[in-house]
């Protein structure tokens, strides 16, 4: 895709309603209090009705912590709804960022990648160039910036569903620049093909900057 394409991409009306959706669960750090507290309980209560514990423990004490894991996903999704609204209200534009492969496992295919979300968005010969330097850094590098871009990129890795980290702007000449993980091997087959035959380059709404979801109307 050119600059052009998107660019017109990014004030597409239907692109910017589908993005906010996908991009709003997180942007409330808040909403992992309930979820951590109800996925916890939930689990508690599957251990103990199919472990044969409720006698030990008591139906009143299960029947409470049934209610209290309850209240928490019923949170999780006010909180969650309170975020899709505001950010529906502040997002003018969707954010496509042209974002390529660095390191990655070819097995389960999940790869680090990076994307810049300002105004070099759009650039794919500085994403070329900012790789270029990654692949450059000595192993046995002294350099303290360097040890910590190689730590970004180490290989135990497979965390797919992570937030991206933005990578130090001494490094990237000033211009933001996220590392992020993602999960290639869930796109179709043609899509994974397109995106080898483009140098390991693919596109990304970046709404949320720390969670840009893989643009899948390039594929069509």
Same mark, same amino acid.
């Given at each position: 895709?050119?600059?052009?394409?998107?660019? @017109?991409? $990014?004030?597409?009306?239907?692109?910017?309603?589908? %993005? +906010?959706?996908?991009?709003?669960?997180? @942007?409330?750090? !808040?909403?992992?209090?309930?979820?951590?507290?109800?996925? &916890?309980?939930?689990?508690?209560?599957?251990?103990?009705?199919?472990?044969?514990?409720? $006698?030990? +423990?008591?139906?009143? *004490?299960?029947?409470?912590?049934?209610? +209290?894991?309850?209240?928490?996903? *019923?949170?999780?999704?006010?909180? /969650?709804?309170?975020?899709?609204?505001?950010?529906?209200? $502040?997002?003018?534009?969707?954010?496509?960022?042209?974002?390529?492969?660095? %390191?990655? /496992?070819?097995?389960?295919? !999940?790869? %680090?990648?990076?994307?810049?979300?300002?105004? @070099?968005?759009?650039?794919?010969?500085?994403?070329?160039?900012?790789?270029?330097?990654?692949?450059?850094?000595?192993?046995?590098?002294?350099?303290?910036?360097?040890?910590?871009?190689?730590?970004?990129?180490?290989?135990?890795?497979?965390?797919? &569903?992570?937030?991206?980290?933005?990578?130090?702007?001494?490094?990237?000449? &000033?211009?933001?620049?996220? =590392?992020?993980?993602?999960?290639?091997?869930?796109?179709? @087959? /043609?899509?994974? =093909?397109?995106?080898?035959? /483009?140098? &390991?380059?693919?596109? *990304? *709404?970046?709404?949320?900057?720390?969670?840009?979801?893989?643009?899948?109307?390039?594929?069509?």
């Amino acid at each position: 895709m050119d600059t052009t394409q998107l660019s @017109k991409l $990014e004030h597409d009306s239907t692109i910017i309603k589908k %993005y +906010i959706k996908s991009s709003a669960f997180g @942007k409330n750090k !808040v909403v992992y209090l309930p979820l951590v507290i109800g996925i &916890g309980l939930l689990c508690f209560l599957t251990l103990a009705i199919f472990g044969g514990l409720i $006698e030990t +423990i008591g139906i009143g *004490v299960i029947t409470v912590l049934s209610a +209290i894991a309850v209240i928490c996903f *019923v949170m999780v999704a006010v909180i /969650n709804r309170s975020a899709h609204k505001k950010l529906s209200q $502040e997002t003018k534009m969707a954010p496509v960022c042209i974002a390529k492969k660095v %390191y990655g /496992n070819d097995k389960q295919h !999940v790869y %680090y990648c990076i994307y810049s979300t300002g105004e @070099k968005r759009h650039e794919s010969s500085f994403i070329d160039a900012i790789t270029a330097k990654i692949f450059a850094i000595p192993t046995n590098t002294d350099d303290k910036i360097e040890k910590e871009i190689l730590d970004f990129f180490r290989p135990d890795f497979i965390k797919p &569903g992570e937030f991206a980290k933005k990578l130090p702007l001494a490094f990237t000449d &000033g211009v933001e620049v996220w =590392r992020r993980q993602f999960a290639l091997g869930t796109l179709p @087959k /043609n899509a994974q =093909r397109q995106i080898e035959e /483009n140098g &390991g380059e693919f596109c *990304v *709404v970046a709404i949320s900057p720390e969670n840009p979801r893989i643009l899948t109307e390039q594929f069509s």
